[in-house]
């Protein structure tokens, strides 16, 4: 094995990708903060049942290694559940919390797409059940990407309710919903028409589910769904939905919202709200979240939850496709020193970082002219005997 090579699934952040990384990181930490949300860390090592307790993951899709003491312990698979558990032993009341982290997930399929670290920035808003906390996380989704400098994106809104009151209105059991969630999700239309035949499934009950893939659009939607349900916990979901697409429409957000009704989740993780942020530009979601009350209720604790995560890596595909990737900033000014006071030289140096100017040294005299003009740095400073001024540019002025 080449040790020199990384392992699939792994990559390095080069210079100019880590400023676009941490520009992006930036700028939807600042508009979080803004919300009153405070940054918080979790761990990378945890117990490994703290991931799979009562099925929530999959075992396999951990990282895992054994402690001293013999305990299983795995990198860090899901920042939500970290945060939950954070929330269950150190906090009460409503808390508003943001964090920008990498995460970890096993997968021995080295043609696999997926990454096997892969970093994340997003929101958790634990001890607060209402429909304004709804609203202030959609609307931080939509700011939080705007503030990343994303064009072009639609945070699309769903609700589990809709489909799971539709499996209790048509007599199915919870393995039942479950097994159709998975058909629905991976489009398996075939198999979706023998599950009707296999289970007795009315033609009424048919095309309500077969509508779902098409419940997709603008607040129309609503109204053709709510025709195709007769239960409280369906026409609940589309009352939800239909009170926060009318706030972001009156917040003049609507232009970034739509609805999808077709978003099921296969396990249990959401249980209301769902969410996902969209964009031409890539290939795949840059956002996904919503309400996930019964996590907190696993670990002994009951509180309402909601929120979510920009794939990191996803978004800034997404600018680069766009043109908003840029280069990392070069030096404002280099310097080099010949024969000088290491005094004179240390303070005049420290009095330019302390206005925020940025300044390299770079080797002699010869050296440094041909690498300000290799760089594109319009000015220099040369140590020899005092401080002299080099300007390469027209523009570059006096310091």
């Known amino acids: 094995m080449n040790k020199v090579q990384l392992p699939f699934g792994m990559q390095d952040y080069l210079p100019d990708d880590c400023y676009n990384k941490t520009m992006a990181e930036n700028a939807m930490c600042k508009t979080f903060a803004s919300y009153g949300y405070k940054r918080v860390s979790t761990p990378t090592l945890e117990y490994a049942d703290l991931f799979t307790a009562d099925g929530a993951m999959n075992a396999k899709r951990l990282f895992k290694l054994t402690d001293s003491d013999g305990s299983l312990l795995a990198l860090r698979a899901d920042v939500t559940v970290q945060i939950c558990r954070m929330y269950v032993t150190s906090m009460t009341g409503v808390q508003r919390m943001y964090y920008a982290s990498d995460s970890y997930e096993y997968t021995s399929d080295s043609n696999s797409a997926r990454d096997r670290e892969f970093a994340q920035t997003g929101v958790e808003l634990l001890g607060d059940d209402s429909a304004e906390g709804e609203?202030?996380?959609?609307?931080?989704?939509?700011?939080?990407?705007?503030?990343?400098?994303?064009?072009?994106?639609?945070?699309?809104?769903?609700?589990?309710?809709?489909?799971?009151?539709?499996?209790?209105?048509?007599?199915?059991?919870?393995?039942?919903?479950?097994?159709?969630?998975?058909?629905?999700?991976?489009?398996?239309?075939?198999?979706?028409?023998?599950?009707?035949?296999?289970?007795?499934?009315?033609?009424?009950?048919?095309?309500?589910?077969?509508?779902?893939?098409?419940?997709?659009?603008?607040?129309?939607?609503?109204?053709?769904?709510?025709?195709?349900?007769?239960?409280?916990?369906?026409?609940?979901?589309?009352?939800?939905?239909?009170?926060?697409?009318?706030?972001?429409?009156?917040?003049?957000?609507?232009k970034y919202f739509s609805i999808d009704l077709g978003m099921v989740s296969v396990n249990d993780y959401y249980t209301g709200l769902v969410i996902k942020g969209l964009c031409g530009d890539v290939g795949a979601s840059v956002l996904y979240g919503g309400r996930y009350d019964k996590l907190c209720d696993r670990m002994g604790k009951p509180a309402n939850a909601?929120?979510?995560?920009?794939?990191?890596?996803?978004?800034?595909?997404?600018?680069?496709?766009?043109?908003?990737?840029?280069?990392?900033?070069?030096?404002?000014?280099?310097?080099?020193?010949?024969?000088?006071?290491?005094?004179?030289?240390?303070?005049?140096?420290?009095?330019?970082?302390?206005?925020?100017?940025?300044?390299?040294?770079?080797?002699?005299?010869?050296?440094?002219?041909?690498?300000?003009?290799?760089?594109?740095i319009c000015k220099a400073v040369l140590f020899d005997g005092a401080a002299i001024e080099l300007t390469f540019a027209p523009k570059g002025g006096k310091i």
């Open 135 to 254: 609203l202030e996380i959609l609307t931080m989704a939509a700011d939080a990407l705007k503030a990343s400098g994303l064009k072009n994106f639609t945070v699309e809104i769903g609700h589990v309710g809709y489909f799971d009151g539709l499996a209790e209105q048509f007599g199915l059991s919870k393995e039942q919903a479950q097994h159709l969630k998975t058909l629905i999700n991976k489009k398996d239309m075939l198999g979706t028409e023998l599950f009707f035949s296999d289970n007795g499934i009315s033609d009424e009950g048919k095309e309500s589910i077969l509508s779902l893939p098409s419940l997709f659009g603008d607040a129309s939607v609503l109204e053709k769904a709510r025709k195709l349900c007769s239960n409280k916990k369906s026409t609940q979901a589309i009352d939800r939905l239909e009170y926060l697409l009318g706030k972001l429409e009156k917040a003049g957000l609507g």
């Open 306 to 376: 909601i929120g979510f995560a920009v794939g990191t890596k996803r978004l800034i595909t997404a600018l680069k496709n766009q043109g908003k990737y840029e280069k990392a900033p070069k030096a404002d000014i280099a310097f080099a020193v010949i024969d000088c006071d290491d005094k004179v030289v240390r303070d005049t140096v420290s009095a330019l970082r302390k206005k925020n100017i940025v300044v390299q040294v770079f080797g002699g005299e010869e050296e440094l002219t041909n690498y300000c003009k290799e760089k594109g």
